[in-house]
């Protein structure tokens, strides 16, 4: 687990306040992108490139040991779930 206790509230609760200051910073960067450029397009390109931005980011800054052992935990349960009922999901 990379939070727990109180540290986790307080991961929950920045995710939430980074998500809903993005639900107003995306709409009004995609308004300003169309008034500049006259396209709708060009400020959706924009919104989604900051997310491939932000994918990237997180693959990079993510501990290794977070990244295998959550791979772990889901290829465990799926053999955990074959055990129990005898044959295959």
Same mark, same amino acid.
């Given at each position: 687990?990379l $939070?727990a206790?109180?540290a986790?509230?307080?991961?929950?609760? $920045?995710i939430? @306040?980074?998500? @809903?200051? @993005?639900g +107003?910073? %995306?709409?009004?960067?995609?308004? +300003?992108?169309?008034?500049?450029?006259?396209?709708?397009?060009?400020?959706?390109?924009?919104v %989604? &490139? $900051?997310?491939?931005?932000?994918?990237?980011?997180?693959?990079l800054?993510?501990?290794?040991?977070?990244?295998s052992?959550?791979?772990?935990?889901f290829? &465990?349960?799926?053999?955990?779930e074959?055990?129990?009922?005898? @044959?295959? $999901?």
């Open positions: 687990m $939070l206790g109180t986790a509230a307080g991961g929950i609760a $920045l939430n @306040s980074v998500g @809903s200051f @993005s +107003w910073v %995306a709409p009004f960067a995609v308004g +300003w992108f169309k008034d500049v450029t006259g396209k709708t397009s060009t400020g959706l390109y924009v %989604a &490139g $900051l997310e491939v931005v932000a994918t990237v980011l997180i693959l800054f993510m501990p290794r040991s977070v990244r052992t959550q791979s772990t935990k290829a &465990g349960a799926e053999t955990r074959h055990d129990k009922s005898g @044959s295959a $999901l």
